[in-house]
């Protein structure tokens, strides 16, 4: 069964740029996949970030942007600011409507 | 406004039975496919299942399978989850929320807040 995956952990200064990844265990994430990023605060439900590669969600600052980067899509994330330290996902069509979420991020900044 | 309010959530003995349900107002409830999405205590988030607007094709993740049934009254504008024969391992929040397909993207734009299950004896 193909897993999603992205990083467990990263860590990013105070206006620095992090980019965060979501793959496949096998094979490339495509237009296919339809992937798209959320973000997740601890005890909040999830918000929409990113959707059709590069489109923000309404009211998503332009510090977040979307991508393909080789194999994988990507978000990335610059100016980091403090309040961006949360969990970062990634969803992908897996075919025959089926949806699966990577196991997303931790996101620290500092 | 788009609101999505889930109800039903509660502590059930495992191999017992309950139900979700999701309140959806603010658009039209029938033009979108919607889905339920699962979070354990201190874990990722977990795609559980989808229904199509007229209810007629559904999908879900093959840990549910033949245990829980999603289903939608788009009269009432309301989703539904029926879980059965539930496990310690379906201890989750339960996010209900709004598929939409734009410029040929599918995607989840709208969240609820969730509904905690926890199966414990």
């Known amino acids: 069964q193909t897993v999603v995956t992205q990083e467990p952990s990263f860590s990013v200064s105070p206006g620095g740029t992090v980019t965060l990844t979501c793959g496949l265990s096998?094979?490339?994430?495509?237009?296919?996949?339809?992937p798209s990023w959320y973000q997740q605060t601890p005890g909040q439900a999830p918000r929409t970030l990113i959707y059709?590669?590069?489109t923000r969600s309404s009211g998503v600052p332009d510090r977040f942007s979307g991508s393909f980067l080789g194999n994988k899509a990507a978000l990335t994330i610059t100016g980091a600011q403090a309040d961006d330290e949360c969990d970062y996902y990634c969803?992908?069509?897996?075919?025959?409507?089926?949806?699966?979420f990577g196991g997303g991020t931790k996101l620290t900044v500092l | 406004e788009v609101q999505l309010v889930e109800s039903g959530g509660g502590l059930v003995q495992p191999g017992g039975s309950l139900g979700l349900s999701c309140a959806a107002s603010?658009?039209?409830?029938?033009?979108?496919?919607m889905t339920w999405v699962r979070q354990a205590p201190g874990k990722g988030l977990e795609w559980v299942a989808n229904i199509k607007p007229d209810g007629s094709v559904t999908s879900y993740v093959d840990s549910v399978k033949g245990r829980f049934t999603i289903s939608r009254d788009n009269a009432k504008n309301s989703l539904y989850l029926q879980m059965n024969s539930l496990r310690a391992e379906d201890t989750a929040v339960y996010y209900c929320?709004?598929?939409?397909?734009?410029?040929?993207?599918?995607?989840?734009?709208?969240w609820g807040q969730g509904a905690l299950v926890t199966v414990s004896s």
């Open positions: 059709n590669t590069n």
């Open positions: 603010g658009f039209t409830f029938s033009n979108n496919w």
């Open positions: 096998s094979g490339s994430v495509s237009t296919n996949h339809y």
């Open positions: 969803v992908l069509r897996m075919g025959s409507g089926i949806w699966v």
């Open positions: 929320a709004r598929w939409t397909y734009s410029s040929g993207w599918w995607y989840i734009d709208f």
